[in-house]
C-alpha cells in the first residue's frame, strides 16, 4: 500500500470539517464593534454645529463602569444635577452583552473577583444592586449564591485531555516545586504592608503602597522577573502568561512585573459562602453590573442618562468646561457649559477631543498603548461534548493557544437538563506592536478569523461545527491599555491624576489597568472631587 | 501470472531461493501482506475489547492496560505453542485465520451481550477472549516465519515479517480512534475486521491451492516438505469453513443495528414495548409477566411491582399531617405515579405538575398500560401538566403551595448537582406556603450516606427544618426522602388514606435510622462547590461494578 496516500486518507475527516473551500459554512455570523465609524468621524471632526448652548453643574462622559460608577456615587451623595453622555447605543463600555432567545452573554468584561476590603465601593455597589447580602465590612462577606461562579469553575485543555483548574498538572517534579515557591512568593506578597500599614498591591491600585521596594518591580517586565527569580519551569510561565493576557491582554514579556504579580497578589477578596478563588460572575458577565447600575440610576435620577451621545469637542476655562454633545439619532450637537466635566472615556479620546489641551498632556497621553481585542460568541445547539475527566466548567482555557479559551454563558444558569448555550471565546492580539495587531485585526475579514478560532476550538472539540448555529465577532480596537514596564511612573499618568479643574479624569486608564475596580475607583474619586462643589 | 513450476527447479533449490526469490514473489507478498493484516486485525481486537471495558466498567488505564497485557502475553503462549504445530502449516495458518476472524469479529458484540445478560462473568468472558485471539495471533506469525523461512534467508524472514507486523499495528493504532471508533462503533469494527481475517484466509486457500504441487519447496531439515501445501480436499473444506465464518461476519456487519438493539433489549432483561428517544433523554418501557419498568437513559425509574412503596412513602408522610392542603406541586415526576398517590385525598383541589418532557407526560397520560398503572392521574380535572425545565418555572412563577414533592433524578452530574443546592432550596421556600412541606427525593442513605445527608444538611442551610426518613423499595434497595418546612414535623400516626407498605407504627422506624445509615459530617451542597456530586460519585463509583 502507498503509504503516503494512506496517510493522507486518513488525516482527510478530520481536517475536512474546517474546510471553507467547498462553499459557505453551514451556520451563519457577522461582525460587530464600538461604533467605529463614528469614533473614527473625530480624525475629520465633520459635525454639525451646536444648535443651542446649554448650562449643567456636572457632565460625565461615557457609560462604562467609570462612568456609571461617577454617576451612581453623585447620587449616593444627593447630587442629581448630573447628565451621563454615551456614544453607544447602551451601557457598558467593556463590560457591554448581547442577548439571544437563549441567555444574555458578554462581550467584553465577564467576571469579578471576590472584592478585597480596599474597594470599599466596589463592595457598597454590590450591596445596593443586591449582589452582596451582609457582612459589608467583614473580611468574608456573604453574596448572593446564584452570582458566585458555580462549580466547576476552570479547567485546562492540556496533551489532549481536561484536567480541573488552572495550574498545570503532570508536570515535571521540578516544576510542581517551582509552582509552590511561586505560589508561596504571592502569598508573602499580599501579606507585604509598607511603613504606613498599605498593602503592596492593594486593588484598587492607587490605594497601593508606593514604597520603593515594590514600586521597583515597575522597572522590570514579568517574564524576566520570573527569570531571576528562578522560575523557568514552561508550565509555570505559561500560567504566569495567561494571567497576563486574561487581565491586560499582553505576554508576561510585555507586561510590568509589577502589573503582572498585582494580577495574582491583589486577589484575596473572600466570601462566606464561596472558595477562596472563587468569582462573581453573571450569564452576561458585567454586563449584569452595568445593566443594574443603570436601573438603579434610572430610578433614582431619572433621564441622567443619554445613549447615542458623543463629545466631540471640550474647551475647558476657568471655573468652567463647554462640551459639544452630537446626538447621533437627531444628527444635531448642543454646547453645554459644565462646572465640571468628568471624563470616563479612555485617554486618547480626550486627547483627541480637548482642543486646549496642553501639548505635554497630548504627548504624553497619546504614547498610551492599546492593546486589540477579538471577541467571538458561539451560539450552539448543544453544549459542547469533550474527552473527559474534567466536565465542561465555567471558565475553559487551552494550553499554548494564542487566546484565552472560552466562558460558558450558561454555566450560572440552573437547569434540570442541559440545552443551546453560547460559548464566548476570547483572543487578545498581544506579542506584537499593539498597532500593528489593530490594523490586521480591522484589515482581515471575519471568514478568516472564523476559521483560525473554529481551528483552535476543534482540538478540544472535533464536531463543534455540527452544533454551531451561529458566530458573531466583536472587534475591539482599542480595548485596553498595555501596563508595559514603567507605566507606574508613566508621565501620562501623573498627567491624568493632575486634572482636578473643571475636567476630572475618572477612567481606569488613571491606574492603566482596565480592571472594574479601578473603574469603579476612579470614577467615584472623580465624583467625590465633583460633588465637593 | 503463476511462477514457473518449482518442479523444474535446478538442484540445490533452497540456496537459490535465499539468494534472491525471484520464483515465489508473488506468494512472499501475499504473505507478507497478511501479517500486515494479521497485525492490524491483533491489535484491532486488543483496542476494542480494551474501549469496551474502559466504556462499561470505567478505569480506563486500569482497562488499557491489563487487556494489553494479557494480549501479548497471550501471544507469547501462541508462539510458543506454534512449535507443536508440525505439519500442516498452510492448512493450520488458515484455520487459525479464520478462528481469529469469528471470535475477534464477534467479540465486541459476545462483550456486550455478556454485560447485559449476566452480572458476574464479564470479565472472565472479556480476559478470556482477548487470551484466545492473543494465543491465535501469536500462532500466526511463527507459521508464517516458517512458510516464509523456506524461500528467504533467515535474517530477510525476521526483517520482513516484523516489518509489515508493527506496520499493521501502526495502521490500526492511528485509524482506530480517528476513523473506526467513531465512524462504524465498535460492534462494527470488529465485524469488518474478522472479515478481513477471512478473507486473508480465502487469499491464502487460493495460493497455496495454486501450489500443491510444489512439495520441492524445503526450508529447514525438520520442516515436512509438503506442510505448505494444500491437498484439493483440504482446500475445499478450507472453502466452505471459510464460506461460512464470511457469511456470519457479513451479517453481524449488516445487522449491527438490529444486534444493538437485542443487546439493549438484554440490558433491560425484559421485553421492550415501548422506546422513545426524545429531545431530553431515551425512554424505555419494558415489560416481564405483570412487571411494567420504565427506564430513563437506561436507569430504572420504577417496577410497578414495587413502586407503591417509593410513592407511598414520597407522598403520604407528608400529606397524612396535612389536613388543610389545597395545592399541590409536582416536579419531575411525569409518570404521574405521584399524582395517583396525591388524588386520593379528596381536599386536594389543584395539582401542578411540572416536568420538561412533554412525550413522557404524554405517554403516561394515554398509553392505556401505563394510564392504568397511574389510574388516569395525568387526565384528572384536578392536573395541570406543565412542560417547560422546573426551574424557569419556580423562577418565573410566584405560587405558592402547601405541598412540593421534588422527584428529580439523582445528582449525577454538575447541572443536575445544582438542583439540589442552597441556593435551589432558598427558592423553593419562597413557593412554600406557611404550614407548606416538601418533599425531597434524596438518594440511598445505605448507599451513598454522605449524599444524602449532604442533602439534609443543604436544606437546612437553606433555613428549612428537615425530617429526614427511609423506605425499603426491593428495585432499588432502602431508599432516602427529606421532609423541609418552616417548622418540626411530627410523623403522622394515623392515616385518613392508607398507604400499602406502612403504618404509623412502622412509619416510626422509617425516621429512626440505624447506625450504617446515621448521619455523618458533610460540607452544604452550594453551587460555588458542588461538593454533593463530588460525594455522589465517589460512594456511587464504590457500588457500581
Given amino acids: ?533 | 501470472m503463476p511462477p514457473p513450476a518449482p518442479r523444474r527447479l535446478p538442484a540445490q533449490p533452497a540456496q537459490r531461493l535465499r539468494a534472491g526469490c525471484r520464483t515465489e514473489p508473488r506468494l512472499r507478498h501475499a504473505l507478507l501482506f497478511s501479517v500486515f493484516v494479521v497485525a492490524s486485525c491483533g491489535l484491532a481486537y486488543e483496542l476494542i475489547a480494551a474501549a469496551l471495558s474502559s466504556y462499561v466498567l470505567g478505569d480506563s488505564v486500569t482497562q488499557f492496560s491489563t487487556v494489553i497485557g494479557t494480549y501479548l502475553f497471550a501471544m507469547g503462549v501462541g508462539s510458543w505453542l506454534s512449535r507443536y504445530i508440525e505439519r500442516g502449516l498452510a492448512i493450520r495458518f488458515i484455520q487459525i485465520e479464520i478462528l481469529v476472524g469469528v471470535i475477534g469479529g464477534f467479540s465486541a458484540l459476545i462483550l456486550f451481550l455478556v454485560f447485559a445478560h449476566l452480572a458476574g462473568p464479564f470479565r472472565f468472558v472479556l480476559y478470556s477472549l482477548v487470551f484466545i485471539t492473543g494465543m491465535l495471533v501469536g500462532l500466526e506469525i511463527p507459521l508464517i516465519m516458517r512458510i516464509l523461512r523456506r524461500e528467504l534467508a533467515f535474517k530477510e524472514v525476521v526483517s520482513q515479517v516484523l516489518t509489515f507486523d508493527y506496520l499493521g499495528a501502526l495502521a490500526v493504532s492511528v485509524a482506530f480512534p480517528l476513523l473506526l471508533a467513531p465512524h462504524l462503533g465498535l460492534m462494527r469494527t470488529a465485524m469488518m475486521f474478522g472479515v478481513f481475517n477471512v478473507l486473508v484466509a480465502f487469499w491464502a486457500i487460493k495460493l497455496f491451492g495454486a501450489h500443491q504441487d510444489a512439495p520441492g519447496i524445503a526450508g529447514g531439515p525438520q520442516e515436512q516438505r509438503v506442510s505448505a501445501t494444500l491437498p484439493p480436499r483440504a482446500a475445499s473444506f478450507l472453502r466452505w469453513q471459510g464460506g461460512i465464518a464470511l457469511v456470519l461476519l457479513f451479517g453481524g456487519f449488516v445487522f449491527a443495528d438490529k444486534l444493538t438493539a437485542l443487546a439493549e433489549e438484554s440490558i433491560y432483561a425484559d421485553q421492550i414495548i415501548y422506546a422513545e428517544s426524545t429531545p431530553y433523554q431515551r425512554i424505555v418501557v419494558t415489560r416481564w409477566r405483570d412487571d411494567l419498568r420504565l427506564h430513563l437513559n437506561g436507569n430504572l425509574q420504577f417496577s410497578s411491582r414495587d413502586e407503591y412503596r417509593y410513592h407511598d412513602a414520597l407522598v403520604h408522610p407528608a400529606l397524612a399531617t396535612l389536613p388543610g392542603a389545597k395545592r399541590v406541586l409536582i416536579l419531575g415526576g411525569g409518570d404521574g405515579l405521584a399524582a395517583r398517590e396525591v388524588l386520593r385525598y379528596p381536599q386536594i383541589e389543584s395539582i401542578t405538575l411540572v416536568d420538561l418532557d412533554r412525550n413522557m407526560t404524554n405517554l403516561f397520560a394515554k398509553a392505556p398500560m401505563l394510564t392504568a398503572l397511574n389510574q388516569n392521574a395525568l387526565s384528572s380535572a384536578k392536573v395541570k401538566v406543565i412542560n417547560q425545565d422546573a426551574l424557569v418555572w419556580l423562577e418565573q412563577n410566584p405560587d405558592m403551595f402547601d405541598l412540593i414533592l421534588i422527584d428529580f433524578p439523582d445528582p449525577s452530574n454538575f447541572s443536575l448537582g445544582k438542583l439540589y443546592s442552597s441556593a435551589f432550596y432558598r427558592l423553593l421556600e419562597k413557593h412554600l406556603s406557611a404550614t407548606g412541606l416538601a418533599v425531597i427525593q434524596a438518594t440511598s442513605p445505605y448507599y451513598a450516606r454522605k449524599s444524602f445527608w449532604c442533602i439534609v444538611a443543604t436544606l437546612e442551610d437553606a433555613g428549612l427544618r428537615t425530617a429526614p426518613y427511609h423506605a425499603y423499595v426491593p428495585s432499588f434497595g432502602e431508599w432516602g426522602y427529606i421532609i423541609a418546612g418552616r417548622g418540626e414535623f411530627a410523623p403522622p400516626v394515623t392515616f385518613p388514606v392508607a398507604p400499602r407498605s406502612f403504618d404509623g407504627a412502622s412509619l416510626k422506624t422509617m425516621f429512626a435510622f440505624p447506625p450504617d445509615m446515621s448521619r455523618v459530617p458533610v460540607e452544604v451542597n452550594r453551587l460555588n462547590n458542588q461538593i454533593l456530586v463530588r460525594y455522589f460519585e465517589e460512594e456511587w463509583r464504590r457500588v457500581m461494578r
Fill in chain 1, 1 to 533: 500500500m502507498d503509504r503516503r496516500h494512506f496517510l493522507t486518507a486518513l488525516s482527510a475527516p478530520a481536517f475536512a470539517a474546517c474546510d471553507f473551500r467547498n462553499g459557505a459554512p453551514e451556520f451563519k455570523g457577522e461582525v460587530l464593534g464600538p461604533s467605529m465609524a463614528l469614533g473614527h468621524r473625530l480624525r475629520t471632526n465633520d459635525f454639525p454645529a451646536p444648535s443651542e448652548t446649554r448650562n449643567l453643574d456636572i457632565a460625565i462622559i461615557g457609560g462604562g463602569v467609570a462612568g456609571l460608577s461617577a454617576a451612581w456615587h453623585l447620587a449616593k451623595r444627593g447630587v442629581k444635577e448630573f447628565k451621563l453622555f454615551e456614544l453607544e447605543d447602551a451601557l457598558g463600555g467593556n463590560s457591554r452583552a448581547g442577548q439571544s432567545t437563549v441567555t444574555p452573554y458578554p462581550w467584553g468584561a465577564h467576571y469579578l473577583p471576590l472584592p478585597t476590603k480596599e474597594s470599599v465601593h466596589v463592595r457598597q455597589l454590590l450591596a445596593d444592586l443586591g449582589v452582596l447580602k451582609s457582612g459589608i465590612d467583614s473580611d468574608t462577606p456573604l453574596y448572593d449564591e446564584r452570582a458566585i461562579v458555580h462549580g466547576p469553575q476552570d479547567r485546562l485543555f492540556r496533551n489532549g485531555l481536561w484536567q480541573e483548574g488552572l495550574l498545570p498538572r503532570m508536570v515535571a517534579p521540578k516544576e510542581v516545586e517551582q509552582i509552590k515557591r511561586f505560589e508561596d512568593t504571592i502569598e508573602r506578597f499580599k501579606q507585604t504592608r509598607d511603613l504606613f500599614g498599605k498593602k503592596a498591591f492593594a486593588i484598587p491600585s492607587l490605594l497601593a503602597s508606593r514604597d520603593l521596594r515594590t514600586a521597583s518591580l515597575d522597572a522590570t517586565d514579568m517574564r524576566r522577573w520570573l527569570v531571576a527569580n528562578g522560575f523557568d519551569s514552561p508550565a509555570l510561565h505559561w500560567y504566569v502568561d495567561y494571567g497576563c493576557r486574561d487581565d491586560y491582554g499582553s505576554l508576561s514579556r510585555d507586561t510590568s512585573a509589577w502589573a503582572g504579580l498585582h494580577y495574582f497578589a491583589s486577589r484575596e477578596g473572600r466570601a462566606q459562602n464561596a472558595d477562596p478563588h472563587a468569582v462573581l460572575t453573571w450569564p452576561e458577565g458585567n454586563g449584569f453590573l452595568t445593566r443594574s447600575t443603570g436601573e438603579w440610576l434610572q430610578e433614582r435620577v431619572p433621564a441622567a442618562i443619554t445613549r447615542n451621545a458623543m463629545c466631540t469637542k471640550l474647551v475647558t476655562g476657568k471655573g468652567f468646561a463647554e462640551i459639544d454633545i452630537y446626538f447621533a439619532k437627531e444628527n444635531r450637537s448642543v454646547r453645554y457649559k459644565a462646572k465640571r466635566v468628568l471624563w470616563a472615556a479612555p485617554s486618547f479620546v480626550l486627547a483627541h477631543v480637548w482642543e486646549n489641551a496642553p501639548a505635554l498632556f497630548r504627548a504624553s497621553v497619546e504614547s498610551i498603548e492599546m492593546v486589540p481585542w477579538l471577541v467571538a460568541n458561539l451560539h450552539l445547539r448543544a453544549p459542547p461534548a469533550d474527552s473527559g475527566p474534567a466536565p465542561l466548567a465555567w471558565d475553559n482555557v487551552l494550553y499554548n493557544s494564542n487566546a484565552l479559551g472560552y466562558i460558558v454563558a450558561t454555566h450560572q444558569t440552573i437547569r434540570t437538563r442541559p440545552g443551546p448555550t453560547v460559548l464566548t471565546y476570547y483572543w487578545p492580539h498581544s506579542g506584537e506592536p499593539p498597532a500593528v495587531a489593530r490594523k490586521r485585526l480591522m484589515d482581515t475579514p471575519w471568514s478568516e478569523w472564523i476559521k483560525a478560532i473554529l481551528l483552535d476550538l476543534q482540538r478540544p472539540h472535533p464536531n463543534i461545527t455540527k452544533s454551531l448555529e451561529r458566530i458573531e465577532l466583536w472587534r475591539w480596537g482599542h480595548a485596553m491599555p498595555q501596563p508595559s514596564p514603567g507605566f507606574l511612573a508613566a508621565p501620562a499618568r501623573a498627567a491624568l491624576a493632575a486634572l482636578d479643574g473643571s475636567l476630572v479624569f475618572a477612567h481606569s486608564d488613571l491606574s492603566g489597568m482596565s480592571l472594574f475596580e479601578e473603574a469603579n475607583y476612579a470614577g467615584v474619586r472623580a465624583a467625590t472631587l465633583a460633588a465637593r462643589g
